[in-house]
């Protein structure tokens, strides 16, 4: 069972860093994960008597500022849609906590620009995700 500390130091959005392969990049936000898909499994009767677990789907998105999203433009020369798919490593470190390295396998499924009336234009990238790897560095 994993040891639980109490009262300890958190891990903070601080305290994260992401790399798309290799080079860093500033995000406003990260979201990633798994889901697998589940069944009841019935016989006659009212009552499931089983349960089964099926295929697993990975799913990201990424938010990026508008100043780091358009040299991936340029260099893309046709749009971020026609970038092949690329790894995302994303590490949170601090000196309190064990490091925790994930990574993605990814690719852009949206481009555009998301213009309001606040500063700093971002935008949230849904991500078509082929593989997510969690605590992969342990």
Not at 36 to 53: D, M, R
Not at 125 to 138: Q, T
Request: charged share 20%; aromatic share 8%; net charge negative.
């Amino acid at each position: 069972m994993a040891k639980i500390t109490r009262n300890g130091k958190a891990y903070d959005s601080a305290d994260c860093t992401v790399f798309i392969n290799g080079v860093p990049l500033e995000v406003t936000s990260a979201t990633y994960g798994n889901e697998q898909e589940h069944q009841l499994n019935w016989t006659l009767g009212s009552n499931a008597t089983s349960w089964s677990k099926g295929k697993i789907t990975p799913n990201a998105s990424i938010g990026i500022m508008m100043h780091d999203i358009t040299p991936l433009e340029m260099a893309a020369k046709g749009g971020i849609l026609n970038i092949k798919p690329f790894d995302v490593i994303i590490t949170f470190t601090n000196e309190y906590n064990v490091i925790i390295t994930d990574k993605l396998l990814v690719k852009f499924m949206k481009e555009g620009r998301e213009v309001t009336g606040e500063m700093g234009l971002k935008m949230e990238y849904p991500l078509f995700a082929l593989k997510v790897d969690l605590n992969v560095a342990n």
